[in-house]
């Protein structure tokens, strides 16, 4: 704005010595002035439509140039997606645009080498310490289940964020549409057995245990139409030493914990789950956090929780494994067999047999 006002002031001294000089100086003056304006005011008109952009809620991709939390990856899809006319691809699951600017995100990727059945989680397995300070692997136990599952997965989706899943075969069979949610979401998918019988119980045999282990990881395999990590936990924690060993022959990795939230017990309600996570966290510095997606009140506190994670200044570590598990042929043919002819036995006599007319 100095410029034009100092440029009419010269102009005017020369021109204004009768009407006519007047009546062109005002003309040129208020011609310099709207120029100097367009052009102090252009920079300006220019950042309008970003600062438009950027304030759309609903838009699903971000726009501002903040890195999402922790996640170089995350911030690369955005960008690559941005400059693409058409939506991300959902069949590339695995590096979705991250919303929150503010996610807990995922801090590392780690890929294990299953070799020989390497085992995780103090609460049993001292050797292999890979966590560094305040990072956190994420675990949920007993899926798929509907309702809190689906829960489960939306708070860690908010949150950009990643786990490991340990589904019981049953239940993959009973909800595969649920567990093929989970590997879409990008999480790594494990399992816990068939039927989440106790490995180290009094009546189990080395054969019976075989059978809950193969069997359950051919239900995992059947539901996501795909081969599943070979990552396993017991049951309970209850570790049977031969089916330890067995797990060794098959390069099945084992899950311990390093901190239990508790979130099976009775009394458990979403808020204790939170304090019983934090307070061991803080306590460790660091760990793998059992969990059940399963369970309502883990879905209802996992987005308190995920908070609380991110505020405490805790990275999530994400878990992968360097190969797929080949499930035995035998236990694959074996369920299928079972799936496509269920026994009547258990299925209530009113699902057999009605009643279509008297
Ligand atoms: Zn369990």
């Known amino acids: 704005m100095a410029d034009p006002i100092w440029f009419s002031f010269l102009f005017g001294r020369v021109v204004m010595r009768n009407a006519l ?5 005002t003309f040129v003056t208020a011609a310099v002035i709207a120029g100097g304006w367009y052009w102090t005011a252009k920079p300006r008109a220019d950042a309008a439509p970003h600062q438009t952009a950027a304030a759309k809620p609903a838009d699903p991709l971000p726009v501002s140039a903040k890195p ?12 690559a997606s941005r400059l693409s006319a058409l939506p991300p691809a959902v069949t590339s699951p695995q590096k979705p645009a991250c919303a929150n600017p503010d996610a807990l995100g995922v801090a590392r990727v780690v890929e294990v080498d299953t070799s020989g059945g390497p085992g995780f989680g103090f609460e049993h397995f001292k050797q292999l ?7 956190v692997l994420l675990t949920f136990d007993d899926g798929p289940w509907p309702g809190n599952t689906s829960a489960v997965l939306k708070a860690l989706d908010d949150e950009c964020t990643k786990a490991l899943f340990f589904p019981i075969g049953k239940h993959a069979t009973y909800h595969p549409e649920i567990l093929r949610q989970v590997l879409a979401a990008g999480h790594t998918v ?4 068939w039927s989440h019988a106790n490995l180290n119980g009094k009546k189990m045999t080395d054969q019976l245990a ?13 539901a996501l139409g795909t081969d599943p990590s070979p990552f396993f936990r017991f049951p309970q924690l209850e570790h049977n030493p031969q089916t330890m060993a067995y797990l060794g022959t098959r390069d099945i990795a084992m899950f311990s914990c390093d901190l239990d939230s508790f979130d099976f017990r009775k009394d458990s309600t979403p808020d204790k789950i939170v304090n019983n996570v934090m307070t061991k966290l803080d306590k460790l510095g660091k ?9 309502k009140h ?3 506190a996992m987005p308190t929780l995920l908070r609380r994670l991110k505020a405490g200044g805790y990275k999530v570590v994400q878990m992968k494994a360097k ?14 067999k079972e799936l496509k002819l269920p026994t009547t036995a258990s299925r209530p006599v009113s699902s057999v047999v009605q009643t279509v007319s008297r």
């Open 210 to 222: 075989k059978d809950e282990v193969e069997k359950g990881f051919s239900a995992v395999k059947w």
């Open 129 to 135: 310490d890979f966590l560094e300070p305040k990072e």
């Open 323 to 336: 190969t797929t598990l080949a499930t035995l042929p035998e236990y694959d043919e074996a369920l299928a």
């Open 68 to 79: 999402a939390a922790n996640d170089d990856v995350e911030v690369t899809a955005s960008i």
């Open 21 to 25: 000089g007047l009546l062109l100086a």
């Open 298 to 300: 883990t879905a209802e």
């Open 190 to 193: 494990g399992a816990h057995t």
């Open 287 to 295: 760990g793998i956090i059992l969990m059940h997606d399963f369970q």
